[in-house]
Every structure is written in structure tokens, then in C-alpha cells.
């Protein structure tokens, strides 16, 4: 996790606040000298919450809301934005997305930590880069795949998390919690399973865990099917209508064909790579 952040009052609650987070919940949090200089870095992508005020002090020593006002906005996207203010009873709420999370700068910088880790988690966004959770079949085609992908992942450096069990025992055992914590969950959608009209599958177990993946918060944008798909009708493999939102990296024989349009794919998504 990384977090980049501003504030134009003296550092001391800001530095507080890093400490807590990266020594508690291994939390990156870089401080930045002026509002510029966060906005240039929100643009590069490579933060995952951003942290300031609201109310920026003018040349003269006054407050300026306004000022604080503009940076939020411009700062509202996907990307959580805390506010951390003392003027937290001043704000109307409704006035601003849900990406904007206001919080009273009079609670203690430790309790702070733990309310942005917390929202975090809510909102799909403490994530482990480190870690991409595999979903694969159980038929021949899919192990070999899901070996060769494995023996992949590891190279470069990424920790491979899978369900060892069925789905049911396995959702008992904190499958959910499991798979929310990765940065990327990736899918090995193989022909499988025959279905009466001569057309291919991918097993029901892949199905079910797409499923939940996708009712994570941001499964969706984490979620990375690779799909075999050849000329001849053994070799393709047909996914349930629902997931037709969702972009497939399609692979005729061989899963390692695909494996650059995969990194960069991970890449996007934050993995430490």
C-alpha cells in the first residue's frame, strides 16, 4: 500500500501519522511539500490513497477554504482522498463524492492510521501487490495451465495464493478474506466441461469463485480471466453471459503466449513485480 500526502500546517501530525502506518500496518506513506507537487504525483498512478486538508493558510496568515476546496476536487476520482481536517464540523457532506472521506484531525494520529486501514479494507483498497489469488479448474487442461502460470508468477515475484479445498469448506476457512487481501485475481477459464449442445465450459468451482471476486469491492478492476479460445470448438471456451463486461486475455495452446500482455496487465494494477 502506498499513500502520498500534504498538508501546509507544521508536519508533526502528518509524520505521526506515516509512523503509525508504516510500522503498523506496513503502509508507505510519502509526505510531499506542496499542493503541486501532489497533484503531479496523484497523476502518475502509482498511489493508492492520497492525504490533506481542506483549508489552506493564504500569504497573509488567513484561512482559505476555497483553495482547499479546488485541490480536493481535482484530486476526486477513483482515488480515496482523506481529508484531514479541524474544521471537520464546518463540512457539508453531501457536497462532495464518495471517494472524499473527511476525518476530525482531533483524533490521535494512531487511531487515525487504523480508521484509513479500516476504510481501506472496506473499499477494496488495502490490498497485498504481493499476492495475486488463482482461480483454476480441475480437468487437465486447466492444471497444466494453472502449473505453468504458477511456475510464472513466482519468477517475477509475486506469491501465489489458491483454494486448496472445495468452495463451501474453503469460504468457512476465510476463502473471501483471502482473496480480498490480493492486489490481482487472476482466472484460467479451460474447456472443460461438454455440455449436450457440443459446446465447452469452464468448470462450475471457476464459475463460483469468479462470482465471488466479482462481489468483492473492486473485484471487477482486480479481476483477470485467461481464456483458452481456438479455431476448433474443443478448444473454446465459453464463459457465462455475466462476465461479458469483464476483458479476456484469450490463449490458443500455450498459456505462456500471453504471459507479456499479462504482466502489463499486473503492472496496471500495482503488483510489485
Known amino acids: ?57 493564504t500569504e497573509d496568515g488567513t484561512e482559505d477554504k476555497k483553495i482547499g476546496l479546488d485541490l480536493v476536487h481535482r484530486l476526486s476520482g477513483d482515488l480515496p482522498v482523506f481529508v484531514v481536517t479541524r474544521q471537520f464540523k464546518a463540512i457539508e457532506l453531501s457536497d462532495f463524492p464518495n471517494n472524499v472521506i473527511f476525518k476530525s484531525k482531533s483524533t490521535l494520529p494512531a487511531w487515525m492510521a487504523h ?13 497485498d501487490h504481493r499476492k495475486v489469488f ?17 511456475l510464472f508468477l513466482e519468477e517475477i515475484g509475486l506469491q501465489v495464493v489458491t483454494a486448496k479445498m472445495d468452495v463451501q469448506t474453503e469460504i468457512l476457512q476465510g476463502l473471501i478474506d483471502r482473496m480480498n487481501e490480493c492486489g490481482a485475481i487472476l482466472a484460467i477459464c479451460t474447456p472443460d466441461d461438454l455440455w449436450p449442445d457440443g459446446t465447452r465450459h469452464v468448470r462450475h468451482n471457476v ?28 478448444l473454446k471456451t465459453h464463459l457465462p453471459s455475466d462476465l461479458s463486461q469483464v476483458v479476456s486475455i484469450r490463449f490458443y495452446n500455450q498459456i505462456e503466449d500471453v504471459f507479456g500482455k499479462l504482466q502489463s496487465r499486473l503492472e496496471t494494477l500495482g503488483a510489485q513485480i
Open 1 to 57: 500500500m502506498r499513500g502520498i500526502a500534504w498538508d501546509d500546517k507544521p508536519a508533526d501530525y502528518l509524520e505521526i501519522l506515516r509512523h503509525h502506518l508504516q510500522d503498523y500496518y506496513n503502509v508507505k506513506m510519502v509526505i510531499v511539500d506542496s499542493p503541486v507537487e501532489l497533484l503531479a504525483a496523484t497523476r502518475e498512478g502509482l498511489w493508492d490513497f492520497v492525504v490533506t486538508d481542506w483549508v489552506m493558510e
Open 115 to 127: 480508521d484509513i486501514v479500516s476504510d481501506l479494507r472496506s473499499r477494496g483498497v488495502f490490498v
Open 134 to 150: 488463482l482461480i483454476k479448474g480441475m480437468g487437465s487442461e486447466a492444471d497444466g495451465s494453472a502449473q505453468t502460470l504458477e
Open 207 to 234: 464459475v463460483l469463485e469468479i462470482g465471488i471476486a466479482v462481489g468483492l469491492k473492486r473485484g471487477l478492476q482486480r479481476l483477470i480471466i485467461l481464456q483458452q479460445w481456438g479455431p476448433s470448438p474443443e
